[in-house]
Nanobody, 115 residues
Framework: QVQLVESGGGLVQAGGSLRLSCAAS???????MAWFRQAPGKERELVAR????????YYRDSVKGRFTISRDNAKNTVLLQMNSLKPEDTAVYFC?????????WGQGTQVTVSS
């Protein structure tokens, strides 16, 4: 069983930065880790993803060049560094551990970007 706890969300002005952290309990070394987000009235969407080894990443187009996903397997932690934030980045951000058909989700952390 894996439990994920996100932190680091908050209110920031457009152009600012936040760093989200996901602390995992349980073994996640073999899991691909991802950040999803869901804005009010919109579907949940994949923001960024990193392989178990950390050697490959994926970003949705709208965050490329602004967000960076990383993981520290020794600390069982996944980070999402978010720079140059825009109002359209406002959403609840979820940390997800994925392996095959298995998924574990955190409860989410709110990110609000004011214009």
């Amino acid at each position: 069983q894996v439990q994920l706890v996100e932190s680091g969300g908050g209110l920031v002005q457009a152009g600012g930065s936040l760093r989200l952290s996901c602390a995992a309990s349980g073994r996640t070394l073999d899991f691909r880790m991802a950040w999803f987000r869901q804005a009010p009235g919109k579907e949940r969407e994949l923001v960024a993803r990193i392989t178990a080894s950390g050697d490959s990443t994926y970003y949705r187009d709208s965050v490329k060049g602004r967000f960076t996903i990383s993981r520290d397997n020794a600390k069982n932690t996944v980070l999402l560094q978010m720079n140059s934030l825009k109002p359209e980045d406002t959403a609840v951000y979820f940390c997800v551990a994925q392996m095959g058909g298995i998924q574990y989700w955190g409860q989410g952390t709110q990110v609000t970007v004011s214009s």
